[in-house]
């Protein structure tokens, strides 16, 4: 148990001496390296889940939470399960869907292009409010009219403006097995950004009708997409739908969908967390070092304390108050200025573009243009901890060392 004469040396013993000046300077210099490191790290996975949520929050403008299809890829009776679906918990729309891949032409620009076929009455519910539409609305995609909407990337490399005429070319499978080019004239009536390349250079949206015509299936739709109240809830509710609605149909959420969107997010977190623990592991060695040379330098003072009666683990917690006081008064520091620095990112950023004259992430390159950022608990207790731990244990090998002083050696040649 640590008692008040332990403490009270190992607190003194931070109080610099002038002959001890060069160790107090690097026990400085431990205590800003610490904080600096456990702030660094808090901004920094402060942004990068900003990223993440803003990486989310694109992916999810244009397409749904999670999906259900028949085992066969259509499904003819989908009011049923369209129906089946709304009703599960957690469910806050369903509409259904039709995709088709080809070619699309204005003038002579002939791209590739990703057509995804939409029911409007019940689109508007699950992503209609999420799309920015740049002109049009997605009512203007009625069955029969071949009215189709464009990507805005998509159609500046067409050339394609409101009232253009493009045609698409679809390969469809013929009883031998090959395929067969089909041809088919549409009008650009609406032109929508999702503020995604994957999205805005490739996707079009055309009424199901009108795609489940060029495709020969009749009524039949490929799935019906579902957007959830919590869309960290999704995976749960496609596991519930698979359980409920058998073997006969197949179930996917918007994790499997982008699973390599948020690997690599992952993976670049894990690195720059690496990365950054080098500053406080860095910042923990000085902290032996400057306790070493405080070891040195008190060994007299060792063998006094050891002469009148203290014991060698008595030794080791004044050296561990000293060190541990060190770097808990790094960690909440850090704590406290990496918290005031996530919480105002989107407030700071703007006022250091504008004092140095230049933008961290211009429009022109990048679809974000401001730095997100989302602060969260679990990072904050992770960090604290782990750097609360680390030094910690770098204050056991001097303090150990201090406690192997000889006292009677020491004071003979003093």
């Known amino acids: 148990m640590l008692i008040p004469v332990e403490l009270f040396v190992g607190l003194r013993y931070l109080r610099a001496k002038r002959r001890t000046r060069f160790v107090s300077f690097i026990t400085l210099i431990s205590l800003l390296g610490i904080s600096l490191g456990v702030a660094a790290l808090i901004v920094i996975l402060s942004v990068m889940n900003g990223f993440e949520g803003e990486l989310r929050s694109r992916l999810l403008s244009m397409s749904a939470h999670g999906s ?56 508007h519910g699950l992503s209609g409010d999420r799309i920015n539409m740049v002109e049009g609305s ?33 390969p469809i499978p013929v009883g031998d097995g090959t395929l067969q080019p089909v041809l088919e004239r549409f009008v650009t009536r609406g032109i929508f950004e999702a503020g995604l390349q994957d999205h805005d250079g490739v996707l079009a949206l055309v009424h199901a009708d009108d795609v489940a015509a060029i495709l020969g299936l ?15 809830a999704a995976p749960a509710i496609a596991r519930a739908l698979q359980a409920k609605l058998g073997d006969g149909y197949t179930t996917s959420d918007w994790t499997i969908e982008n699973s390599s969107y948020f690997r690599a997010i992952r993976l670049e977190k ?78 700071l950023v703007p006022i250091l573009e504008q004092l140095f004259g230049f933008q961290i992430m211009p429009g022109d390159v990048y679809y974000v243009t401001a730095i997100p950022s989302e602060l969260e608990a679990q990072d904050v207790l992770v960090i604290a901890i782990s750097a609360f731990v680390l030094t910690s244990l770098a204050t056991l090998y001097p303090a150990r060392r201090a406690a192997l002083v000889n006292p009677a050696a020491a004071l003979r040649y003093e």
């Open 68 to 123: 259900v299809a028949a085992s066969d890829g259509t499904t003819e009776q989908w009011e049923a399960l369209l129906q089946k679906v709304s009703d599960e918990p957690g469910v806050m729309a369903a509409a259904p869907f039709i995709q088709m891949e080809g070619m699309i032409q204005s003038g002579r620009n002939l791209v590739a292009v990703l057509v995804h076929g939409v029911e409007p009455r019940y689109e």
């Open 138 to 170: 997605l009512d203007v995609l009625q069955p029969g009219e071949r009215s189709i909407i464009l990507g805005r990337i998509l159609a500046y490399d067409i050339g394609a403006r409101i009232g253009d005429s493009v045609v698409l070319l679809v």
């Open 218 to 232: 009749g009524s039949a739709v490929n799935s019906v997409r579902f957007r959830a109240d919590d869309v960290l």
């Open 270 to 347: 894990m690195m720059m967390s690496l990365i950054l623990s080098l500053i406080i592991g860095v910042a923990a060695f000085n902290i032996v070092a400057s306790l070493v040379m405080v070891v040195t330098d008190k060994t007299t003072d060792i063998a006094v304390l050891r002469t009148l009666g203290m014991s060698p683990q008595g030794v080791v917690k004044v050296f561990f108050v000293q060190g541990a006081i060190i770097g808990w008064a790094g960690v909440a520091i850090g704590v406290g200025l990496g918290v005031l620095l996530a919480v105002y990112v989107p407030v």
